[in-house]
């Protein structure tokens, strides 16, 4: 059964020095790290968080802010100073030592940055290195282990050493000794920092991929915070031994904290971490089905819009009507949009990144719409807007036409007058 927590840190602190206990009293009592004078390194200070199953948790801060000391108690590799941690719902933390390896071994397994390979062995031998300290037979660990490889990309690279690997086949060969010891929960401690960029990169896209399908619960640590924008359900900011924030990445990029996380995000690449649905406005030009266009005229009118969406009673986009149709329409005396309706020609889904949105954008002769998961329109994205969420700051609201020059409001008050004796269809305001 799944317990509501993976992880459970409640008050953590950990101090490294000759007075620990000490100094743990007088920062509970206000004192700052530095006022501690001898009695310790403040690594960690009064940090508590919950780590949900399923989800990628990712702890980010500059270098010395205490992210390892952290992770290193939420395995026992670090006792804690004060504090505890609950895994699954059981302590881990004033747990005997044996029963600190069984959890190690069943639960919490590891993935380091400089990989911690073991040099002399093949790559599957690595790999089935926790099945081995399992007693599980060489023949059916080895089996695990090329099965294992396969889900990293690594198929066929076995009986390899791992010098003969780059460092993202390092790294995956990590990955999936991690995954060999089948725990729920796997640590990552800045595992992909010892990587170039681009391979960096693919590997986070793989962890994803991985993710999608095996569902572990993963903490993760990084000090980049695009990484942590990409990877993170939720992310931690640490600042000097302390959580200072914990959030979605949207969270953390719309609602800074404080000065400090904002300073922090300053420099995040936004298109790939905000979502259509975070600066989508709402759909202003749209028309039910049932109206005519008489009133689609109107609406365009007022809104300084050529088109408008059309949509059906649950909102589900039909088409685009122009504002030279819905004259047409009016003239011919017709009370249905739908003979002129045009496609729509791009949409897109709430959880689509921004990075994804240019080019709809640019190809959409209204502001981009945005639908839900049931395909209802709810909301539109104007170019403009997409422009200025990428900047820092609040998101601009302001509306731009993006289409040619839209009749004008005279000629439509025209063609509407024309036809207000022969109203019996829709009635005029
Ligand atoms: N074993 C130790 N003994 C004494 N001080 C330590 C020990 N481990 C860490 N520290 C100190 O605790 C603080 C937090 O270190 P920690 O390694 O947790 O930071 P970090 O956020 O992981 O940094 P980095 O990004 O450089 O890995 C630092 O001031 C560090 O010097
Ligand atoms: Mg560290």
Known sequence: MTHPHAIAAKNLFKVFGRAPQTAVDKLRAGASRD??????????????????????????????????????????????????????GDPLTGVSPSRLRTLRRERIAMVFQHFALLPHRTVAANVAYPLEIRGVSKAERLAKAEEILALVGLEGWGDKLPSALSGGM???????????????????????????????????????????????TIVFITHDLNEAMLLGDRIAVMRDGRIVQIGTPEDILTDPANDYVEQFVQD????????????????????????????????????????????DRDRKPLGIITDRDAVKLVRAGESSLLGRLQPIPHSVREDEVLMNLFVPAIESPLPLAVLDAEGRLTGVIPRVTLLAALGPGPTA???????????SSAEIDAVLADEAAASGIEGVR
């Open 170 to 216: 390092k790294q995956r060969v990590g990955i999936a000794r991690a995954l060999a010891a089948d725990t729920d929960i796997l640590l990552m401690d800045e595992a992909f920092s010892a990587l170039d960029p681009l391979i960096r990169r693919e590997m986070q896209e793989q962890l994803l991929e991985l993710q999608r399908t095996l569902q572990k």
């Open 35 to 88: 006022q501690l004078d001898d009695a310790g390194t403040a690594a960690v200070i009064d940090a508590s968080f919950d780590v949900r199953p399923g989800e990628i948790f990712v702890i980010m801060g500059l270098s010395g802010s205490g992210k390892s000391t952290i992770i290193r108690m939420l395995n026992g590799l670090h006792d804690v100073t004060a504090g505890t941690v609950e895994v699954q």
């Open 268 to 311: 995040v690449d936004r298109a790939r971490v905000l979502t259509a649905a975070n600066v989508m406005e709402r759909p202003r030009p749209r028309v039910d089905a049932s109206a005519g266009p008489r009133t689609a005229l109107r609406q365009m009118r007022d809104a300084y819009m050529s088109a408008v969406y059309v949509t």
């Open 397 to 407: 609201t302001e509306e731009i036409t993006v289409l040619p020059q839209p009749v």
